[in-house]
C-alpha cells in the first residue's frame, strides 16, 4: 500500500491579527506539506469568543492569501463544530473516561498548580462543574521531527485535565484533536510554545483510539526582553506591502536556502523555490530575537531588516 499523503494545516484563533511569528508557523506548515506534494488546510479555532478581536477571522485570511498560502478546501470554523465536539465528550461519559469537577482555579494553584483528581470519585452532577479527562493512559513523551524525543513533565502528563470548562466554553486541548482526526491531518507544524500540550492531545488521541499525528515543533521569534512575539504582546500585524521582503525574512529565520534574486522574482515564484528547496534538517532548534523594530511597527511592505541571531 502506498503511504497516506500528507495534511498539514494552520490554526490561528481570531484573537488578534497575523504577525511576524504567526507567519513563520504558516510558512514553516505550508513549506512542509507542499514540498511533500500533500495538501495544507486551514481551521479558525474561534471557541473562546470573550477572546476574539472582531474582524480578526477575516483579516487573518486575507493576510494568508496576500502571503500567498494558499490554502486547500474549505476553511473549518470550530465555531460550527460544537456538535462534535458534544458528541466527543458524550462518547468519553458513556465509556467512563470523564468526570465532573467542581474544584476552584485558587484551589489547584495552592497546590502548586497541577490537579490532583480530587473529584474522581465522588459523581458530581453536571451543574456548575467542569468535565475533565479520566487520564488512564498518561503519555510521557513524544518523537519530535525536530527534536527528537520529547520528555513531559510528570505531574502533567498525569493530570486529568480539563476538556469542557465550566462557562460552557469546549476546551482547546479536546476540541483541536477532534478536529485533526476529522480533518485527516497527519502533520502538525506549529511553534514550539506548544511543546508542553502536546503530551495531553497524544493522550486524547490514544484514549479515542485515533491514529496519531507526526508533530514538527519550529523555534519561536522572541523580543528584546525574550518573550515571544504574540497578540498578547502587541506584536505589530504583518503589513499588507510586498509580501516578499518578510517572507525572505521568515526563510532565513528558519534556516532555510534564499539564492540571491530570489527577493526580485514574483511571490509566488518564490514559494515554488521554497517548496523545491524546504529542508527540516537545517531548521533551527532554537529560539531566536528579532530587530526591535521588527516588534514595534513595520515602517513598510519593502522593509528588510535582517534577523539576528
Known sequence: MSPSPCIGR??????????????????GSYLSARAQQGRWLVRIEDIDPPREVAGAA?????????YGLGWDGEVLWQSQRHEAYRAALSWLQQHRQSYFCTCSRS????????????????????QQAALRLRQ????????????????AD?????EDFIIHRRDGLFAYNLAVVVDDHFQGVTEIVRGADLIDPTVRQIALYQQ????????????LAINADGNKLSKQNHA?????????????????????PVAPGWQDESRDRLLERAVAKWDITQLPRDNARIPAEMTTSFLNGSQQAMISR
Open 154 to 158: 510528570k505531574r502533567l502528563a498525569e
Open 236 to 256: 505589530p500585524p504583518l503589513p499588507d506591502g510586498d509580501a516578499r521582503p518578510l517572507l525572505v525574512q521568515a526563510l532565513r529565520f528558519l534556516g532555510q
Open 107 to 126: 484551589r489547584i494553584q495552592k497546590m502548586g498548580g497541577v490537579y490532583d483528581g480530587h473529584c474522581r470519585d465522588r459523581h458530581l452532577p453536571a
Open 136 to 151: 488512564h493512559a498518561a503519555v510521557y513523551g513524544f518523537h519530535d521531527r525536530l527534536h527528537g524525543y520529547l520528555a
Open 208 to 219: 479515542f483510539g485515533w491514529s496519531v499525528p507526526d508533530y514538527l515543533h519550529l523555534p
Open 10 to 27: 494552520f490554526a490561528p484563533s481570531p484573537s488578534g491579527d497575523l504577525h511576524f511569528g504567526s507567519l513563520i508557523a504558516a510558512l
Open 58 to 66: 477575516t483579516r487573518i485570511l486575507k493576510q494568508l492569501e496576500h
